[in-house]
């Protein structure tokens, strides 16, 4: 079964084929850095607009990449949430269309479980039960998988997501948007122990997250060195890249910590990354060291699967068709969208 994927969610419009034999057969991906960027992050309506833009020539592109007709395809999946309504809405209005066009099934993927799976497009796939950690910009969770649709939450952020704070603090240290690249590249240029950051909610029993205070901590240390210093008031390039390292510190610190509680708590030795976050360098090594110790396995989907693609959605939305899930006609995009209600296969 060949299936066409449309990721539309945020601020990347993302479009795959996956063969249920073959696996990946092409993607392509256009992001709206540049829409959002004088703005300093997602403005919603440029974003919808902007999907609109790049939907149908990204299609003809993937379509060609495969060297494929269109008639060639069994269905498609098209992100339905969680997600901006307008960017989602125009995803799925093309997919639901073509889908129609060519009388085939069209089925909605929710863009977590997206993620959530996104390293079985490797080589290695993980094997059920496994950890996950989906760290992205709207959502950091730990679930424990048993099977695709078969998530237990074990824990979530009660406030900002990691990438959120990532793309607050950077903002905060005015490192440009999107924050978390920019803020991982100024950090390599920090000195360790500057600066110690609070590991929040670790002293606390269970799974659950809290990243907004780091966020205030950044700024209050920004202040403090910005009046101690001698520049007249500013941070210089150096205090932001220590402030940026120790704030890293504390984040990746924070998520393996819980990681390794989730593992111990499940009694597994499997751990998923998974969402924007996973391709932070810093919090891959740290895992990979976390999971030597405890002999264990740790998987992750290549840097440009971990932020938002196509292929991510082409490839659950080529499981479930298999199957035999497609929804009716009319479109159901979701802001909000818990993964427990989705359907185990
Ligand atoms: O999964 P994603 O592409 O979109 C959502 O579903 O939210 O995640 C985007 C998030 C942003 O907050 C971005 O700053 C963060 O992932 N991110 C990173 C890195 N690359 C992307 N955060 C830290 N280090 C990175 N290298
Ligand atoms: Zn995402």
């Known amino acids: 079964m060949i299936v066409l994927g449309i990721e539309s969610s ?177 950090a390599e240029r920090g000195h360790h122990g500057c600066f110690k950051f609070p590991r929040p909610m670790i002293d606390r029993p269970g799974l659950d997250f809290s990243f907004s205070g780091l966020k205030t901590f950044a700024l209050n240390t920004m202040q403090k060195v910005a009046k101690d210093g001698t520049n007249e008031g500013k941070l210089s390039q150096q205090n932001k890249a220590d402030i940026s390292l120790a704030f890293e510190e504390a984040v990746v610190d924070t998520l393996k910590i819980k990681c390794r509680r989730a593992l111990e708590q499940q009694q597994c030795t499997n751990l998923v990354i998974a969402g924007g976050v996973g391709a932070n360098k810093r919090l891959r090594s740290e895992l990979a060291n976390m999971i030597n110790q405890l002999d264990g396995k740790l998987f992750y989907p290549r840097v440009e699967f971990c932020t938002d693609n196509g292929a991510m959605i082409a490839q659950v939305g080529c499981f479930r068709l298999m199957a035999g899930q497609t929804q009716p006609l009319e479109i159901d995009a979701r802001a909000r969208w818990s993964m427990q209600e989705l359907e185990a296969i």
């Not at 092409?26 to 609109?52: F, N």
């Not at 950091?140 to 607050?168: H, M, N, P, W």
């Open 10 to 186: 945020c601020d990347e419009t993302g479009l795959a084929l996956f063969d249920s034999e073959k696996g990946l057969l092409a993607h392509t991906l256009h992001s709206q850095v540049e829409v959002h960027a004088e703005y300093g992050g997602v403005v919603p309506e440029l974003a919808s607009r902007d999907h609109i833009r790049y939907l149908l020539p990204l299609m003809e592109a993937v379509f060609q990449q495969a060297d494929i007709e269109k008639t060639s395809i069994d269905g498609i999946a098209y992100t339905a949430g969680p997600g901006l309504i307008g960017a989602l809405m125009s995803g799925a209005a093309v997919g639901r269309s073509l889908a129609w066009s060519l009388g085939i099934p069209a089925v909605e993927v929710h863009h977590m479980e997206g993620h959530l799976l996104a390293p079985m497009l490797e080589d290695e796939t993980p094997e059920f039960p496994f950890v996950a950690l989906l760290v992205s910009g709207g959502h950091t969770l730990l679930a424990y998988v048993r099977g695709i649709g078969q998530y237990e939450l074990l824990g979530q952020s009660l406030d900002d997501a990691a990438g959120e704070a990532f793309d607050k603090t950077a903002k905060l240290l005015g490192l440009g948007y999107p924050g978390g690249p920019a803020l991982a590249a100024c």
